[in-house]
């Protein structure tokens, strides 16, 4: 059994780590990634199941995914309707690439949503306009974009 944890944090009601033994408690069979990105396959969890797990407040509109490598994706929660965890191969092999535990956004903008080696979500709660932010990803801004705003003035 793997021995990863993945932080779940932010807009929830109870953050939590997310670890193998709870995904596999998650994982009542209903999602086979293969029906929904075709050529992946394996165990894994749904991202509504895991988010459900903490409970999200009324006002969260986006997720924060980080990755190993300070890569991270900032989806909305619109996008994330059929979004899953991978966490195994088949015969309880791990990941190739991305493991131990990867992104699918079959819905998303982007394929680059995908993000691998996740080791925090972190649910937001934008508000106003901010709320209906596209996704976004990128390797981690070393610049706030107050600091930004100040440098272009
Ligand atoms: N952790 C992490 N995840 C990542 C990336 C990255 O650099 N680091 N790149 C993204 C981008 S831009 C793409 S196109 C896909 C590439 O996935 P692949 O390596 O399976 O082809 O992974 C996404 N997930
Ligand atoms: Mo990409």
Known sequence: MGNWRVKVVGAVESPYELTE?????????????EERVPGVDGKAVSLKAVLGYAVLT???T???????DEFQADIPLKELEQAFFLYQRQEGRPLERGGPLRLYVPDGS?????VKSVTEVQVVAREKEDADRSASFGFRQTLSPDTLRLKHR
């Open 62 to 68: 986006h997720v924060r995914f980080i990755a190993a």
């Open 58 to 60: 009324r006002g969260a």
């Open 110 to 114: 982007s394929n680059c949503l995908n």
């Open 21 to 33: 033994e709870i995904a596999n408690r998650m994982n009542d069979g209903s999602v086979r990634p």
